[in-house]
């Protein structure tokens, strides 16, 4: 008896068996990819000139940057091991990891002598106050 249990679980999920969809039926949403959204998070000179501010947004841990009169948004978390961005140096351009020295440009978020990324975040600055799109 066991036996004809498991061929018809088997049987089930054949490729065969599987339907695949490029939309949901109409009243279903695809709740697994929300889009990013603007958050307020600082208002304009908030942040001196070369300085960073470490904001969280829906638990996500993110380093503004004030750099040239303009505003960039990387994640907090060093690549490396994990350092805390927000509260490296800041000098042309780049940021300094506190931790090891890593060093990350601020806009596209490029480890500048490697291969590692940060992930960087869209900043929209509007009536004085800066919103990060998360
Ligand atoms: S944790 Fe950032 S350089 Fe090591």
């Not at 929300?34 to 969280?56: C, N, Q, T």
């Not at 480890?111 to 940060?118: A, I, K, R, S």
Request: aromatic share 8%; glycine share 10%; charged share 25%.
């Amino acid at each position: 008896m066991a036996g004809i249990g498991s061929a018809a679980v088997e049987r089930s999920l054949t490729k065969e068996n599987v339907i695949y969809v490029d939309s949901f039926p109409q009243g279903m949403t695809d709740t697994s990819a929300e889009e990013p959204s603007l958050h307020r998070v600082a208002s304009v000179g908030e942040i001196e000139a070369g300085e960073a501010s470490v904001v969280d947004v829906d638990g996500e841990q993110i380093a503004l940057f004030h750099v040239n009169d303009a505003y960039f948004a990387l994640s907090n978390v060093c690549p490396h091991q994990g350092g805390p961005l927000g509260q490296g140096r800041v000098e042309d351009e780049c940021v300094y990891c506190p931790w090891h020295g890593w060093q990350f440009d601020v806009e596209s978020g490029e480890h500048v002598q490697g291969d590692d990324t940060v992930p960087t975040y869209e900043v929209v600055v509007e009536d004085d106050e800066i919103h990060v799109r998360v």
